[in-house]
């Protein structure tokens, strides 16, 4: 890793163990300009990537018709001097023009990399694991500077990117947009890959051709969302896991954003991502500063796989932080789809007692616990326990279930509020609202105006409160609606459209807080499912539950688009019971456990009803993924079958020594009369020697016990057999002998 100033070319050349990322700056500084991003390449005349010539172009720089804004691959581009192309920033100044440009001003490269005070972002522990360039941007005429930094990592082939505006003038000014990453990419042969969806249905892979025009994705829903997941890529045409270009990007941020890649008339791509600019603004006053989300970016010559286990590690690493960062997830039993709101204490503890039998080691109370709570019509905000089923208090329920052997899990929604509750009824501007307005509800609630810190502190306290009231280890952190009648009681009408990112920065404030002063428990998001699922998230919380939709089949294809960019670890992965809830299909607990053995195991059933049958199966399964978990939970992901592409989905986890794996086959429907299927491993050792064991107690053509090299398993495969049935799934170790 290296940052490298060539002070006569003047060229950045940003170095990670296997890309490059060059900046150039011309004429005399006056814009930076990119000039490549991909694999490694050695410092030599870089700035000879630029093209200079005569186009029907404006001229910024009088005398010189050879260079234009309109087609120069601007690293942090404007709009209102030349380039029509969408800007990474707009400004309005204090006269109400918005041509606002900015050019090189000067830079420094730091060691290690400085935390973006208030945000959510990836980190270093020493100085020497990164290295940080900072060019300083002005604006001449109004006093405004934007600060890019960019970050390489010693262990990653990753480049964080931010921007830092800093308003030195003297008049207001108001910021209409800000992205953290913008890349003028050569060509415009690539393909758009993103992770779409809805609740129940998130993160589905969604790959198309990129065509002349603007072609993006965006949230503006308060939340990154169920809809789509702010990650994009761009991919040559042939790339798929294994080969190919890839160029992606994703933001650590929970709130609205936009993504987009444009194509213009000379056939160059810019990709871009960042907050939201619709109902965005930002007064900077004299004085003040404004700081944008970190986006990640990962180029990676070898396809999608690379990519991802580029992603997993840092964020594994270098994103998720706190005590349990490291540390085997325990596998949990949550009571939500057991008993929904309809408990006692000891119905509870039936289900702990019955749990701890199996072997499960965390027990989670889902909603219901608090208020008056018997459905979702009212309590959010009355964080006191319903003495009616919880006689004894949370305090009495979590100190039986510690005693039964299990850690106790709780479930708290902060940041949402009912209007049928004491809370409302106290504070009723403490919600998002717009004065006079319906206060359109969602779920029957309405979200508290995380913008405010008195809001903030409020609800910092109760949460403590209910942390520090009784032996709880973990917590599921749910969020349930949108946002809608964005406004806040507590900001001027000037500052009203600031309201949704300053929630975020209110909401990342008290989980920084309450993480940092709970380090034991572990946290983990939630927003209706995977509404969620963002790198913001998972910086305070390192795990999330990826959808509330729990059927094996569905989780196929959740839980493969998920791993596209998040680690196996950060993954919630439930075994529910039969017909499933939100499909009504009837799979075999064997497919439901193996899928969800293949990320952070748990269920979300009533293990008293089962069968002793069921039992037995469960402990086995339970057992296994004690077995198996410091692979799914450390391992590196290699995706071997698709469910997008058929019927069948297969991957596999890989030590870190390429000592040992386990690997995952799944067969949605039986084909009669079909072939004989093999499928190939990879990221083993091919010149090591592997002994193949199945897990799943099925010998079959493969054979147990058998030796097999690297080489073979990679270039030849395995089996894939399932025998007749349909939603079959198989489950081999590998170790080398
Ligand atoms: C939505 C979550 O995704 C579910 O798992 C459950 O916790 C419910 N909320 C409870 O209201």
């Known amino acids: 890793m290296a940052i490298l100033y060539d002070e006569v070319r003047r060229i950045f050349h940003l170095q990670t163990p296997g890309t490059s990322y060059v900046i150039g700056l011309v004429k005399d500084g006056a814009a930076p300009v990119h000039l490549y991003w991909g694999r490694k390449i050695r410092p030599g005349a870089e700035e000879r990537l630029l093209r200079r010539g005569w186009r029907h172009a404006p001229a910024p720089f009088p005398g010189d018709n050879t260079l234009s804004y309109d087609w120069l691959p601007l690293e942090y581009p404007g709009y209102g001097t030349g380039d029509f192309r969408h800007p990474a920033y707009e400004a309005q100044l204090d006269d109400g023009t918005t041509a606002v440009e900015l050019i090189y001003d000067s830079h420094r ?49 990753a480049i964080a990117r931010s921007v830092r505006f800093v308003h030195e003038g003297d008049r207001p000014i108001r910021l209409l947009r800000a992205l953290s990453a913008s890349v003028d990419l050569p060509g415009s042969r690539y393909d758009w890959l993103h992770l779409s969806g809805a609740w129940l249905r998130e993160r589905m892979i969604e790959r198309r051709r990129l065509t002349t025009g603007t072609q993006g994705i965006e949230s503006r829903r308060g939340a990154s969302s169920h809809q789509h997941n702010p990650f994009i890529a761009l991919l040559s045409p042939d790339a798929d896991e294994d080969h190919g270009d890839v160029y992606a990007m994703n933001l650590v941020y929970s709130g609205s954003f936009a993504a987009q890649a444009e194509v213009d008339q000379y056939g160059t791509t810019r990709l871009s991502i960042g907050l939201n600019p619709f109902d965005f603004g930002w007064l900077l006053e004299p004085g003040e500063s404004f700081r944008t989300p970190e986006a990640i970016l990962v180029y990676s010559a070898e396809g999608l796989g690379a990519m991802s286990r580029t992603f997993h590690r840092l964020y594994r690493t270098r994103l998720c932080r706190g005590t349990h960062r490291d540390r085997i997830r325990p596998i949990l039993i949550n009571n939500w789809e057991a008993t929904y709101f309809d408990f006692t204490e000891e119905k509870l503890l039936e289900i702990a007692r019955s749990a701890r039998g199996l072997g499960i080691e965390l027990f989670v109370l889902d909603d219901g616990w608090f208020g008056k709570r018997n459905d979702d019509t009212s309590s959010l905000g009355d964080w006191k326990a319903n003495e009616r089923k ?51 509800e969602m779920r029957n609630q309405l979200v508290l105006d995380f913008s405010r810190e008195d809001v903030c502190e409020a609800v910092y306290r109760m949460i403590a409160d209910i942390l520090s009231s009784a032996p709880i280890g973990y917590v599921k952190w749910d969020m349930n609606r949108n946002m809608t009648e964005i406004g806040s009681a507590a900001l001027p009408p000037e500052r009203q459209r600031e309201t949704a990112h300053r929630y975020m920065l209110g909401l990342y404030r008290v989980l920084d807080r309450l993480t940092r002063e709970f380090p034991h428990v572990l946290f983990e998001g939630c927003a209706s499912g995977g509404g969620r699922f963002d790198p913001g998230m998972l910086h305070y919380m390192p795990q999330t539950w990826t959808s509330d939709n729990t059927d094996a089949v569905a989780r196929l294809k959740i839980q493969y688009g998920t791993s596209l960019v998040y680690p196996a670890i950060a993954t919630g992965a439930h075994v529910s019971a039969v017909p499933n809830h939100q499909t009504g299909r009837v799979t075999p607990l064997d497919m439901r456990a193996h899928a969800a053995m293949s990320a952070n195991f748990g269920y979300e059933l009533d293990a008293t009803a089962l069968t002793e049958e069921e039992k037995e199966q469960l402990r086995r399964h339970v057992a296994l993924y004690k077995e198996i978990r410091h692979l799914v939970q450390f391992g590196d992901l290699y995706r071997l079958l698709s469910p997008f592409e058929g019927d069948e989905a297969a991957w596999m986890y890989v030590s870190e020594d390429r000592a040992e794996a386990v690997v995952f086959y799944f067969r949605v429907l039986a084909e009669a009369n079909g072939p004989f299927r093999r499928f190939r491993l990879k990221g083993l050792d091919p010149d090591a020697a592997y002994r193949l064991e199945p897990l799943d107690g099925r010998e079959d053509a493969n054979g147990s016990g058998s030796v097999y090299g690297g080489d073979q398993l990679m270039w030849a495969g395995l089996h894939a057999e399932t025998g007749p049935g349909d939603f079959r799934s198989r489950l081999w170790r590998l170790t080398r002998v």
Not at 124 to 152: F, H, I, M, Q
């Open 390 to 440: 919880l006689p004894g208090g949370l305090r009495r329920l979590a100190e039986r279930v510690r005693d039964e052997g299990l850690l106790f899990g709780l479930w708290i929604e902060p940041e949402m509020v009912s209007p049928d509750s004491d809370l409302y009824r106290a504070h009723p501007d403490w919600c998002l609202h717009v004065p006079g307005r319906r206060r359109t």
């Open 109 to 157: 490269i730091l060691r290690g990399k400085p935390p973006l005070e208030g945000l959510p972002a990836v980190y270093v522990e020493s100085d020497d694991e990164a290295e940080t360039l900072e060019l300083v941007l002005v604006n001449r005429y109004s006093g405004l500077k934007a600060v890019l930094s960019y970050t390489v990592f010693a262990r990653h082939d």
